[in-house]
């Protein structure tokens, strides 16, 4: 089945630390983001890429990092130097096409920094 | 860029009743519609999307209307259920350049009373 997987659902890091956050998509599409939710708010844009080895900061990039080495694949990496990490954060996909247009969300991870 | 406004944040309904939550959108380069489903500890569902040559569509008893000239879209759920319980999101895509990035409304949390 096609579909947008993220991995793990939970995740605790220790302060200091960096973490990868995993996202993968078999839908072949091109354009991949990032958000970040956190508790009575909204989504908001970390990162996002609408192809291969390019990638484009959202409005709160900053301790964040991402890379885009396949189209399959949009890692996410919550560095030391984000200050308030604990958050669910979510993964999408969209078809890039002018056509049909899609757009998945993965389940979600669930960071906790203790 | 595309700015996305959502309304209400919050909406109680009585079960049975409608429930309608509305977005308001910035760039008239925008084409497509989605609105999304989050429940508590799943990632986000795709409910029902439109396009901008559509004015409304309906899926039994969700249904979304778009307005192109106001620049403005409606998510209505009738006879709602407590299992329509969850925060919903609306965004707005461009279709080129840097507007195919997917902006997010800041989400409403619908609950249903029984």
């Known amino acids: 089945d096609g579909g947008i997987t993220q991995s793990p659902k939970y995740l605790f890091r220790k302060e200091g630390q960096n973490v990868t956050l995993s996202c993968e998509q078999n839908l072949n599409h091109d354009a991949m983001y990032w958000y970040r939710q956190d508790p009575g708010q909204g989504l908001r844009l970390i990162y996002y890429?609408?192809?291969?080895?390019?990638?484009q900061k959202g409005d709160i990039a900053e301790g964040y990092s991402v890379s885009r080495e396949k189209k399959e694949s949009f890692p996410l990496t919550v560095t030391s130097a984000q200050k308030n990490p604990t958050a669910f954060y979510l993964c999408?996909?969209?078809?890039?096409?002018?056509?049909?247009?899609?757009?998945?969300f993965g389940q979600g991870t669930r960071l906790t920094v203790v | 860029g595309e700015n996305v406004e959502q309304h209400p944040s919050t909406l109680s309904v009585q079960e049975g009743d409608s429930a309608v939550i509305k977005c308001t959108y910035s760039d008239s380069a925008s084409n497509y519609f989605p609105w999304y489903k989050q429940e508590l500890g799943k990632g986000s569902q795709l409910i029902i999307d439109i396009r901008s040559n559509v004015g409304e569509k309906k899926d039994q008893r969700i249904a979304v209307t778009l307005n192109k000239t106001a620049k403005h879209f409606s998510l209505h759920i009738t006879e709602t259920q407590p299992e329509d319980s969850a925060v919903y999101f609306c965004?707005?895509?461009?279709?080129?350049?840097?507007?195919?990035?997917?902006?997010f409304g800041s989400g409403t949390q619908l609950t249903v009373l029984p």
């Open positions: 965004a707005a895509k461009g279709s080129s350049g840097s507007a195919r990035q997917l902006t």
């Open positions: 890429s609408q192809i291969v080895n390019d990638f």
């Open positions: 999408a996909s969209i078809s890039q096409g002018y056509g049909n247009t899609e757009a998945f």
